[in-house]
């Protein structure tokens, strides 16, 4: 589903990593660890073509990430960081801002699509008449992941996903991302996440190795 | 009417004046005397120079001298726009041109044509002047906006990113920081319109009086400036905003890292 063969990234003349090669199979949940700074965030970033690689080659299914298939790639993908921006006055359009585009326009899903999936999320379907800049940082996640549950979104990239969690949100954000058939590449220092992914990888001086 | 011409030794007062501020500063230890001094003579030397240029471009009221000199002021605007908002000028400084062009020469071009119709239209007492200040105000307002946007798009990577995820075109993405970036950078101009008159009497309308228009007159003029400013403001801000995203963003649609000046070093 994700391979990365042979990847390097270096950034303003210093090699972050080197010979990365990954295959994420799909419905596959792996995570990433490492330190601040090794370079797992801009590693998870190039998958949709945030960060040119300097080595190596990068694919989504069958398409590798160059710019003529970035779109399409880009389609397929959510990502999801630990602090979701919200730009929208309410959460409501902060849900269905991805409509306002012209690429998902008429496409716009039904009042009982949203509430369904909001109910998958254990998300109150009164949230949406709040403010965007009152939600919690786990509300603001379970609104990403609602978000991209409506674009029928099948892979996701969760950048520390868990740390601005509260209980009920983990629970939620757990079964929907970690118990489902999506394909997740993740990074995570959360125990209880780790624990739940299929492998393990452990980023150090630029190398990556598979935990055991 | 005539204006009352200032004496040398009334002149020459008037510079003593900055000693008071001077003290100020010096009391209050902020260190600004020797910036302050500079930026003074400067200030005196360029108005002077320009003064004498502007009597020999009135003098001669050529065509082909007033559009040079309107060029070159767009120029120097141009780069001083480039080098406050931390831009790379070897990369931005064609869109950028281009945006304070079409701000400027649209609304000058309904002055000079349809509002105050001098004879010849190209008449320098007003073409140069009018060029002048909407220039100037273009140049402060696109430093807040150039700035304000591509700062704001490398500060809010993720979000911009999370945007493209979503299917925006390059366009949609940039869009929340295009508002964001053109509604703060207007934010004086709307400010100033609304207290104009009350708080302030504008130095343009100031001038005129004193110069010796009637102040009705001064008035329509300083009311015609101000639409002015606002609109080849906005024009400006809209034009330099769009006309740079195809310089700025590389082929996966991110922002270039080389779109921003080199920080010096030390």
């Known amino acids: 589903m994700i391979s990365f063969e042979a990847v390097a990234i270096s950034m303003q003349g210093r090699t972050l990593v080197r010979d990365i090669s990954l295959s994420v199979m799909a419905g596959e949940k792996v995570v990433l660890r490492g330190r601040s700074g090794s370079g797992k965030s801009t590693l998870l970033k190039a998958v949709v073509g945030g960060t040119p690689i300097t080595a190596g080659a990068i694919r989504v299914g069958s398409l590798a990430v160059v710019p003529e298939n970035i779109q399409r790639i880009r389609q397929e993908i959510a990502y999801i960081s630990q602090e979701p921006g919200m730009s929208r006055?309410?959460?409501?359009?902060?849900?269905?801002?991805?409509?306002?585009?012209?690429?998902?326009?008429?496409?716009?899903?039904?009042?009982?699509?949203?509430?369904?999936?909001?109910?998958?999320?254990?998300?109150?379907?009164?949230?949406?008449?709040?403010?965007?800049?009152?939600?919690?940082?786990?509300?603001?996640?379970?609104?990403?992941?609602a978000r991209a549950i409506l674009l029928d979104k099948r892979i996701f990239l969760a950048d520390e996903i868990t740390s601005a969690l509260d209980a009920e949100s983990k629970d939620a954000v757990f079964s929907f991302l970690l118990e489902s058939d999506h394909t997740v590449l993740s990074i995570s220092h959360d125990p209880e996440w780790i624990g739940r992914c299929s492998r393990v990888f452990t980023i150090e001086n630029g190398i990556l190795r598979e935990e055991k | 009417m005539e204006a009352l011409d200032i004496p040398l030794t009334g002149f020459a007062l008037l510079y003593l004046l900055l000693l008071l501020p001077l003290y100020l500063l010096r009391r209050l230890k902020l260190g600004l005397g020797r910036e302050v001094l500079i930026s003074v003579v400067r200030m005196s030397v360029q108005l002077f120079l320009v003064g004498i240029y502007l009597k020999y471009l009135f003098a001669v009221n050529s065509l082909l001298l007033n559009v040079l000199w309107i060029m070159v002021i767009m120029v120097v605007a141009n780069l001083n726009i480039l080098k406050k908002a931390g831009l790379a000028v070897t990369k931005l400084f064609w869109p950028s041109l281009a945006g304070v062009a079409c701000g400027t020469l649209v609304v000058l071009g309904i002055f000079l044509l349809l509002v105050v119709r001098p004879t010849p239209l190209y008449d320098a007492r007003y073409m140069i002047p009018l060029a002048g200040m909407l220039l100037g105000n273009c140049m402060n307002g696109n430093i807040l906006s150039l700035e304000r946007f591509y700062s704001g798009l490398r500060k809010d990577e993720s979000t911009f990113l999370t945007y493209l995820l979503m299917g925006a075109t390059l366009k949609e993405a940039v869009h929340p920081f295009m508002r964001e970036a053109i509604r703060s950078s207007l934010a004086p101009t709307i400010a100033s319109m609304m207290t104009i008159g009350i708080v302030s009497l504008p130095g343009m309308m100031t001038g005129q009086i004193l110069g010796g228009s009637f102040p009705l007159v001064a008035i329509k003029y300083q009311i015609m400036i101000m639409i002015g400013i606002f609109s080849s403001l906005v024009i400006s801000m809209v034009a330099s905003l769009y006309l740079s995203l195809p310089f700025a963003f590389d082929s996966m649609l991110m922002l270039k890292d080389e779109i921003f000046a080199a920080k010096k070093k030390g």
Do not use: C, M, N, Y
């Open chain 1, 89 to 145: 006055e309410t959460a409501a359009e902060d849900l269905l801002l991805p409509f306002t585009f012209k690429a998902h326009s008429g496409k716009e899903p039904t009042a009982a699509q949203i509430e369904a999936v909001l109910d998958r999320l254990l998300l109150d379907p009164a949230i949406l008449r709040q403010k965007s800049a009152t939600l919690s940082g786990g509300e603001k996640q379970r609104l990403v992941i």
